[in-house]
């Protein structure tokens, strides 16, 4: 019962949406870069804890490229991320009081909001040459619903986020 619970959990997990946009410079030959490394002193935005989930997910995800986590590296790798509540448009009650007499009318109404907003998070990820420290690539990577609990979940989800983000580097012509 128990790993049913768990694989279910992963299910739900997996199936919120992770959207990502790509850009790059045009010019920008793909095939010279073998080895990569991380800026030092790098402010993710992240907690201790999340980031080195992400780097775990991100070194994984480039080991099976064929890249190489290196000190003097091809490419240094950025990552900054930004959390932020959705606004709550739609989910409201609305309760008003009015009255009125011959010619005189008032009223007062008030917008009661239910439920929670969302939390989303965009992470972006920049790809620099080591050599010209020119930004060659980019993806910016957007998520609701961010995990809270579990981290087992936020593991799960910077995977998955790592998996999605990695699909346009190299891009395909």
Do not use: H
């Not at 739900?12 to 992770?18: M, R």
């Not at 965009?122 to 961010?146: P, Y």
């Not at 609990?149 to 891009?171: H, M, N, S, W």
């Amino acid at each position: 019962m128990k790993k049913l619970a768990s694989i279910f959990f992963l299910f739900i997990c997996l199936s919120c949406g992770v959207t990502v946009n790509y850009d790059y410079e045009k010019a920008t030959d793909f095939s010279k870069y073998k080895s990569y490394s991380y800026f030092t002193n790098m402010d993710t935005g992240l907690s201790e804890f999340d980031a080195k989930r992400l780097f775990k997910a991100l070194d994984d995800a480039m080991a099976l490229k064929g890249m190489t986590l290196l000190e003097d590296s091809d490419f240094i790798i950025n990552i900054k991320s930004a959390t932020f509540q959705e606004v709550q448009s739609r989910s409201s009650v609305g309760v008003g009081v009015g009255g009125g007499g011959g010619n005189v009318g008032g009223g007062v109404s008030v917008g009661i909001p239910i439920g929670q907003a969302n939390m989303s998070r965009q992470i972006t990820f920049e790809f620099v040459d080591a050599n010209t420290n020119q930004l060659f690539w980019q993806a910016i990577s957007s998520e609701t619903d961010i995990p809270r609990d579990y981290p087992e979940e936020r593991e799960a989800k910077f995977k998955q986020i790592v998996t999605k983000v990695l699909e346009g580097f190299p891009p395909k012509k």
